[in-house]
């Protein structure tokens, strides 16, 4: 379906893509309202298949006409002719043999809105130029609804980006303003070697920019299963996937992909964000470029017209897949945080102004004034001392500081504010949010128990009755033993009603009622009970919250130093359960650039 100038784009290089090309150039007038052009170096077409792609419906994509086993990106047969329908399409092509019987080495063809005006021979390179002009020109009532050029632009360059991501193996060029002078080249990525790992890395650091690759973790994983003939076969997951504190504060920034075909299917976008379900808060997203490889009969790309939704045939191992790989890459971060936290916050120091500040307190109070209140005392440092009862945290009785360069997060050395930590390492300054960082390590710590068995439950003195409409009861029945390992007890109670037992006794006090209404939505969105998990692990977070040692309160430096110690050693410690960093660390120098040493 032609909606806009990108639906249109899209088609067209989906099309150089299929044709085997290897470089693709794209030219933009308008956002691509008023000209489209797509050029490669693919296999082109001759009179007969030029004359054969305009037709509805008619595709030479699928030799053996199996749409249960799709290897191309396109293959309805309904692009062209639909674009022709409400534009002047023109298609120059050129198989490198000559069919033309004279000089010229390929042929064209012009529909304009769906009237032939053209179609004989053309001098042209080896390959296919597609050309789309005046798009809804004569279709006003359509033309009005698209948006300014900067968004239509937006939108295209965004088509492209993510093929360009499918393809490291292709060259891809987009340039816009190309009929109003010197045009503005907005994208341009040189063919990488191969399709191989080390391409697609260079090629998303080409595309979404070096910080993305530097504060990302590598994706891949692989597992088989058997198909229903009893066949092994296997799926992949690879990719990129930044660490939690590199961030967004919208979800346009996920690329999914499976077998290399740009998607945006919910029961990803749904994998991707239960992966970082305790990394990150409500308000913010990851950020990530994932390729799920899978077999081509185990996926249905035939299910939207704009072919961005796909079904699978066992959506539960697709969603396992994703998320246990996410998740075992994050695990592997460490305690690592975002580079930019710490270019951040050195870019919030100033320089104060000392000399214009002085008369202001000389006047208020002279310097030897007795009556000048004592400023507030923000960096404390504390002898070696016994780790507090209640603190949480383990500490010899008889604390020696270590060397500043023996440990990633180094020495403590006092506090700030009673809040953050400072410690040093060799070449760095470290400082630390204690309840941020305290926090983390307490969920880490609860979510271990958690795996060590089923959940215990607790059951209810008097049993709840859930009233559900007769399908979501239904569902909750049927998934009743899952429910009851994860400490749930349910069964049912009439045909629209569920009778609750017990619910998890991690979860203490709770609405049962809410809780197995939510479930239901859940089961019937993605057919699998995984939200009660992460239901968990919500609620784990706010215990661990409220179980960390609070800002404002004082540490020994042998408190301090235990807290380092075990943030080393613990996944996820470079971000808090909410996604926001724990530490930042100041190179010494910057520190020295900071004062005019450097």
């Not at 359960?577 to 020295?592: F, K, Q, S, Y």
Request: charged fraction near 20%; charge should be negative.
């Amino acid at each position: 379906m032609v909606e806009r100038p990108a639906a249109a784009l899209k088609e067209l290089v989906e099309n150089a893509l299929d044709s085997g090309a290897r470089r693709i150039v794209i030219d933009l007038e308008n956002g691509g309202i008023d000209h489209i052009s797509v050029t490669d170096d693919g296999c082109g077409m001759d009179p007969e298949q030029l004359r054969l792609a305009v037709e509805r419906h008619a595709t030479s994509k699928l030799p053996d006409g199996d749409l249960s086993v799709i290897t191309t990106l396109g293959f309805r047969g309904e692009a062209l002719p639909s674009i022709a329908s409400v534009a002047v399409l023109s298609i120059t092509s050129h198989t490198g043999t000559n069919h033309t019987g004279s000089g010229a080495t390929g042929w064209r063809l012009v529909i304009d809105n769906g009237r032939l005006v053209e179609d004989g021979p053309a001098a042209a390179p080896p390959g296919t130029r597609v050309a789309i002009d005046n798009l809804f020109a004569a279709v006003p009532a359509r033309r009005k609804f698209l948006r300014s050029e900067r968004s239509e632009l937006a939108a295209c360059l965004d088509v492209v980006r993510r093929l360009a991501m499918a393809r490291a193996d292709v060259a891809f060029e987009l340039r816009h303003g190309t009929r109003g002078g010197a045009p503005r080249r907005l994208l341009s990525v040189a063919a990488g070697m191969d399709a191989s790992p080390v391409s697609l890395v260079a090629r998303l650091a080409a595309l979404l920019g070096p910080d993305f690759a530097d504060n990302s973790v590598p994706i891949d994983l692989d597992r088989g299963f058997a198909d229903s003939n009893e066949t092994e076969q296997r799926i992949g997951l690879g990719g990129l996937a930044a660490i939690p504190t590199y961030n967004r504060g919208i979800a346009d920034h996920q690329y999914l992909f499976v077998n290399n075909r740009p998607v945006k299917d919910r029961l990803l976008v749904g994998a991707l964000r239960g992966a970082y379900q305790d990394l990150l808060a409500r308000d913010r997203h990851p950020v990530a470029a994932l390729f799920l490889t899978v077999p081509h009969d185990f996926v249905d790309v035939n299910v939207h017209p704009a072919k961005t939704e796909v079904r699978f045939r066992d959506a539960a191992l697709v969603r396992g897949l994703i998320v246990s790989g996410l998740r075992r890459a994050l695990d592997a971060a460490g305690h690592r945080a975002s580079t930019h936290v710490s270019a951040a916050a050195l870019g919030a120091f100033a320089v104060p102004d000392f000399a214009a500040a002085a008369p202001q307190y000389a006047c208020a109070a002279g310097w030897g004034d007795a009556s000048l209140a004592e400023p507030p005392r923000l960096f404390t440092e504390f002898p070696p001392a016994f780790v507090s009862p209640d603190s949480g945290l383990s500490a010899p009785t008889h604390f020696a500081a270590p060397a500043a360069a023996s440990h990633p997060l180094g020495a403590a050395r006092g506090q700030i504010a009673n809040t953050y930590i400072v410690a040093e390492t060799e070449d760095a300054l470290i400082l630390v949010d204690q309840h941020a960082a305290h926090e983390r390590l307490t969920l880490e710590r609860m979510n271990a128990a958690l795996g060590k068995g089923a959940v215990a439950s607790q059951a209810l003195l008097i049993p709840q009755l859930v009233e559900l409409d007769e399908i979501a009861a239904g569902r909750i029945a049927d998934r009743a033993t899952e429910l009851a390992e994860l400490g749930l007890e349910v069964e049912a109670f009439g045909p629209a009603s569920i009778l609750v037992r017990a619910t998890p006794a991690l979860l203490g006090p709770t609405d049962a009622v809410a809780l197995v209404r939510d479930l239901a939505d859940d089961l019937s969105a993605w057919g699998r009970a995984v939200t009660l998990k992460e239901r968990l692990d919500s609620i784990a977070a706010t215990m661990a919250c409220h179980g960390s040692v609070r800002a404002g309160r004082v540490l020994s430096i042998a408190e301090m130093n235990a807290l380092l110690r075990e943030m080393e050693v613990t996944p996820h410690s470079g971000q808090c359960n909410h996604g926001r960093p724990t530490w930042v660390r100041l190179a010494r120098t910057d520190i020295e650039k900071l004062f005019g040493r450097r």
